[in-house]
C-alpha cells in the first residue's frame, strides 16, 4: 500500500510560480513511475506530467511543455511539480499518482494509487 499526500497549492497571480510536493509512503519509491494529474470544476481529470520509475525520462502534456517540470527525489520519496508563467486555465485540484514497476503513461487509469489533491488557483 502506497500513501501520497500533496502540499504546496494556492492562489497565485497569473504568471506566477508554484511547487507542488507529493510525499510518498512505502520503502520501494523508487520503483514507481509517478504522476501528476489535474481537474477543473466541471471538466474530466487530465494528464499534467509524468517521470519514469527507472531512467529519469519524462512526460508532459502539450499544455504544460515549457512551463512545468516535474522532478523526483528518491531519499525523500517525494515528487515535485514546479509550475511556471501560470496562466488562470491551469486553476484545477492537482492529483499526484503513481504505479509501481511499471512506464509512466498519460492514463489515469492506469495508476494505482491517489493523493487527496491540493487546489491551484491562478488568479487574472
Known amino acids: 500500500q502506497v500513501q501520497l499526500v500533496e502540499s504546496g497549492g494556492g492562489l497565485v497571480q497569473a504568471g506566477g510560480s508554484l511547487r507542488l510536493s507529493c510525499a510518498a509512503s512505502g520503502r520501494t519509491f523508487s520503483r514507481y513511475a509517478m504522476a501528476w494529474f489535474r481537474q477543473a470544476p466541471g471538466k474530466e481529470r487530465e494528464f499534467v506530467a509524468a517521470?519514469?520509475?527507472?531512467?529519469?525520462?519524462?512526460l508532459y502534456a502539450d499544455s504544460v511543455k515549457g512551463r512545468f517540470t516535474i522532478s523526483r527525489d528518491n531519499a525523500k520519496n517525494t515528487v515535485y511539480l514546479q509550475m511556471g508563467s501560470l496562466k488562470p486555465e491551469d486553476t484545477a485540484v492537482y492529483y499526484c499518482?503513481?504505479?509501481?514497476?511499471?512506464?509512466?503513461?498519460?492514463?489515469?487509469?492506469?495508476?494505482?494509487?491517489w493523493g487527496q489533491g491540493t487546489q491551484v488557483t491562478v488568479s487574472s
Open positions: 499518482a503513481s504505479r509501481c514497476c511499471d512506464y509512466a503513461t498519460r492514463y489515469a487509469t492506469h495508476y494505482t494509487y
Open positions: 517521470f519514469n520509475w527507472s531512467g529519469g525520462s519524462t
